[in-house]
Nanobody, 125 residues
Framework: QLQASGGGLVQPGGSLRLSCVAS????????MSWFRQAPGKERESVSA????????RYADSVKGRFTISRDNAKNTVYLQMNSLKPEDTAVYYC????????????????????WGQGTQVTVSS
């Protein structure tokens, strides 16, 4: 089970840190990712991290602004979001997959087995 939190209303240029706590299973065995879906748009991949924490991938739209990280002791994956823009407004979802994923597949929603409930991020002045 995945529980995402940390969303909210922030002004453009501001920051938020999303958290996703996993329960059940061995967290260190899971590749983790973040996706988002804006109203009227398809779900898109934001960032992903392999189970080792070494390989991290980002959508072009968030590179240099967002950082994914994990704390295996806390069973938690984070998404630090800086320099937020109105176009970052969406519901953000965390997802997990047990086991390794080759790098080229890490940003594909279909490879993830477990999904959180989503947390709303609104960037507006």
């Amino acid at each position: 089970q995945l529980q995402a939190s940390g969303g909210g209303l922030v002004q453009p240029g501001g920051s938020l840190r999303l958290s996703c706590v996993a329960s059940g299973g061995t967290f260190s065995s899971y590749a983790m990712s973040w996706f988002r879906q804006a109203p009227g748009k398809e779900r898109e991949s934001v960032s992903a991290m392999d189970l080792s924490g070494v390989t991290r991938r980002y959508a072009d739209s968030v590179k240099g602004r967002f950082t994914i990280s994990r704390d295996n002791a806390k069973n938690t994956v984070y998404l630090q979001m800086n320099s937020l823009k109105p176009e970052d407004t969406a519901v953000y979802y965390c997802a997990a997959r047990n086991g390794r994923i080759i790098s080229s597949y890490m940003m594909r929603a279909g490879v993830y087995d477990y999904w959180g409930q989503g947390t709303q991020v609104t960037v507006s002045s």
